[in-house]
């Protein structure tokens, strides 16, 4: 009889750390959108679970340049 190896315990689920998103966004209240900045790789899978923190009519938009986003904080910071 073979013993089997223990189940490592491995999880892909975002911790939630109270109410912080653990990415770079931006809250534009006056157009009611949020913007994440995601470069590259998957983390713009579990913007739905983050846009839940957010009032309903608030839309969800990601940016894949620094310089946009740069540009979009700059924006923001205006009005």
């Known amino acids: 009889m073979t013993k089997r190896p223990k189940p490592k315990n ?4 975002l911790k939630d750390s ?3 998103i ?3 966004h931006l809250v ?3 157009d009611k959108v949020v913007y ?11 913007i739905g679970n ?3 923190r957010f009032p ?6 990601v940016v894949k340049t620094k310089e946009t986003f740069g540009k979009l904080r700059k924006e923001i910071q205006k009005n």
């Open 10 to 13: 491995r999880t892909n689920k």
């Open 18 to 20: 109270g109410s912080s």
């Open 22 to 24: 653990p990415i770079n």
């Open 28 to 30: 534009n209240d006056a």
């Open 36 to 46: 994440f900045l995601i470069e590259s790789g998957m983390a713009y899978l579990a």
């Open 50 to 52: 983050w846009m839940k």
């Open 56 to 61: 309903d009519d608030y839309k969800g938009v």
